[in-house]
């Protein structure tokens, strides 16, 4: 499987998730992300893939291309709190694209992805930016697996908001995640906590957490 088959399955089991008559019949409560909605955290699940065609449909700029590693160092949006400008911004994001409704997500979603099941197999591995980034760029790839993580994670806390068994990822997904999690961590604490977090629970700190 190559990055790009991996963000398709992935997307289409959130898409599953999304459609769940139990995510519909939650969709005005609170999720289980403080200050977040059901329906706001559904339309951040889906912004995940809904931007894609526009990004990789227009040409690459003049921006550097970094690594994902070195996006997310400069961006630092892992540093911020809940009601910081930027995760304002995101919840706000994700309540516009929820506003016409479950049904009507959940379509223009599974759309977009039929598009990408075209377009992305053949695409090159070129420089690609969200419109609210600094001033760079990273390969497609990158932006690929920085994507799969966004969806296991919110899948997560959507299957937890409304009641129902977080829907399992292939093995290759989760193993991809897992060590992006883990590069991310080790941005945040002492290598040696990170180690023993994962083999000696007699020693293992509290905390690990990449955000």
């Given at each position: 499987?190559?990055?790009?088959?991996?963000?398709?399955?992935?997307?289409?089991?959130?898409?599953?998730?999304?459609?769940?008559?139990?995510?519909?019949?939650?969709?005005?409560?609170?999720?289980?992300?403080?200050?977040?909605?059901?329906?706001?955290?559904?339309?951040?699940?889906?912004?995940?893939?809904?931007?894609l065609p526009?990004?990789?449909?227009?040409?690459?700029?003049?921006?550097?291309?970094?690594?994902?590693?070195?996006?997310?160092?400069?961006?630092?949006?892992?540093?911020?709190?809940?009601?910081?400008?930027?995760?304002?911004?995101?919840?706000?994001?994700?309540?516009?694209?929820?506003?016409?409704?479950?049904?009507?997500?959940?379509?223009?979603?599974?759309?977009?992805?039929?598009?990408?099941?075209?377009?992305?197999?053949?695409?090159e591995n070129?420089?690609?930016?969200?419109?609210?980034?600094?001033?760079?760029?990273?390969?497609?790839?990158?932006?690929?697996?920085?994507?799969?993580?966004?969806?296991?994670?919110?899948?997560?806390?959507?299957?937890?908001?409304?009641?129902?068994?977080?829907?399992?990822?292939?093995?290759?997904?989760?193993?991809?995640?897992?060590?992006?999690?883990?590069?991310?961590?080790?941005?945040?604490?002492?290598?040696?906590?990170?180690?023993?977090?994962?083999?000696?629970?007699?020693?293992?700190?509290?905390?690990?957490?990449?955000?």
């Amino acid at each position: 499987m190559t990055i790009r088959e991996d963000f398709l399955t992935t997307a289409r089991v959130a898409l599953d998730l999304l459609r769940h008559q139990q995510v519909a019949a939650n969709w005005d409560r609170p999720s289980a992300l403080p200050e977040f909605g059901v329906s706001g955290l559904a339309g951040h699940v889906a912004y995940q893939a809904l931007p894609l065609p526009g990004m990789i449909g227009t040409p690459a700029g003049d921006e550097p291309v970094v690594s994902l590693m070195e996006h997310y160092e400069r961006a630092k949006w892992t540093d911020l709190d809940v009601d910081s400008e930027f995760h304002t911004r995101i919840r706000a994001g994700g309540e516009k694209l929820a506003a016409e409704g479950h049904a009507a997500l959940c379509d223009r979603f599974e759309q977009t992805l039929d598009e990408l099941a075209k377009t992305l197999p053949g695409m090159e591995n070129r420089g690609v930016r969200m419109p609210h980034w600094g001033p760079w760029a990273v390969p497609l790839d990158e932006y690929l697996l920085s994507r799969l993580m966004e969806f296991v994670v919110h899948s997560d806390d959507l299957a937890v908001s409304v009641g129902l068994e977080t829907p399992e990822f292939p093995r290759p997904v989760n193993e991809a995640v897992i060590d992006l999690l883990t590069r991310m961590a080790l941005n945040k604490h002492r290598a040696i906590d990170v180690v023993r977090a994962l083999s000696r629970k007699e020693r293992a700190p509290q905390d690990i957490t990449a955000f």
